[in-house]
T-cell receptor, first 114, second 112 residues
Framework: ETGVTQTPRHLVMGMTNKKSLKCEQH?????MYWYKQSAKKPLELMFV???????ENNSVPSRFSPECPNSSHLFLHLHTLQPEDSALYLC?????????????FGPGTRLTVL | DAKTTQPPSMDCAEGRAANLPCNHS???????VYWYRQIHSQGPQYIIH???NNETNEMASLIITEDRKSSTLILPHATLRDTAVYYC?????????????FGAGTILRVKS
């Protein structure tokens, strides 16, 4: 257990559905991240939040909409996804601002888009 | 961004030390080397990090060369549960936060 939880662990959705992924960190960190890992590809950073403010968006399509209501919670709202969006979505958190802000990852949500 | 180069795969006998190399010849003076591993379909697990000096914790040791252009992660007594993808990452320092850029990593297979 890393102190970062993600729900659901598995999700199957159709292209017209709307769903949300949830991430919660119990580490008192101030930064949270969404990563995407497609099959046989390296992890790709999607979004970064510092103190609830989005500080990075890596050219992610608008069908992915992040929300960070407080430093402990991070959501990824999904809308009209494509089959190629099927992937493992990982959340991480860190205590940013120091020299060694180690990121701790959650277990991920395995998303399948039909 | 400093790039890392790792062998795509390695095998190690159970109980032996696993030595995983990483080249990072373009690393800057204030950039840290981080190691993570990912067991199949799980989230990456932090292992260790260092700047200049060698580091050791309960999981592994990190040896960084004096010129900082390469490093080696050492798992002293590999077990079957250490089979995973190991990522060597140079952490990029940015004004809007620090960033990890993951590569393909090294697939370590521990065999009995």
């Amino acid at each position: 257990e890393t102190g970062v939880t993600q729900t659901p662990r598995h999700l199957v959705m159709g292209m017209t559905n709307k769903k949300s992924l949830k991430c919660e960190q119990h580490l008192g960190h101030n930064a949270m991240y969404w990563y995407k890992q497609s099959a046989k590809k390296p992890l790709e950073l999607m979004f970064v939040y510092n103190f609830k403010e989005q500080t990075e968006n890596n050219s992610v399509p608008s069908r992915f909409s992040p929300e960070c209501p407080n430093s402990s919670h991070l959501f990824l709202h999904l809308h009209t996804l494509q089959p190629e969006d099927s992937a493992l979505y990982l959340c991480a958190s860190s205590q940013d601002g120091g020299q060694t802000d180690t990121q701790y990852f959650g277990p991920g949500t395995r998303l399948t888009v039909l | 961004d400093a790039k890392t180069t790792q062998p795509p795969s390695m095998d190690c006998a159970e109980g032996r030390a696993a030595n995983l190399p990483c080249n990072h010849s373009t690393i800057s003076g204030n950039e840290y080397v981080y190691w993570y591993r990912q067991i199949h379909s799980q989230g990456p697990q932090y292992i260790i990090h260092g700047l200049k000096n060698n580091e050791t914790n309960e999981m592994a040791s990190l040896i960084i060369t004096e010129d900082r252009k390469s490093s080696t992660l050492i798992l002293p007594h590999a077990t079957l549960r250490d089979t995973a993808v190991y990522y060597c990452i140079v952490r990029v320092s940015r004004s809007n936060g620090n960033k990890l850029v993951f590569g393909a990593g090294t697939i370590l297979r521990v065999k009995s």
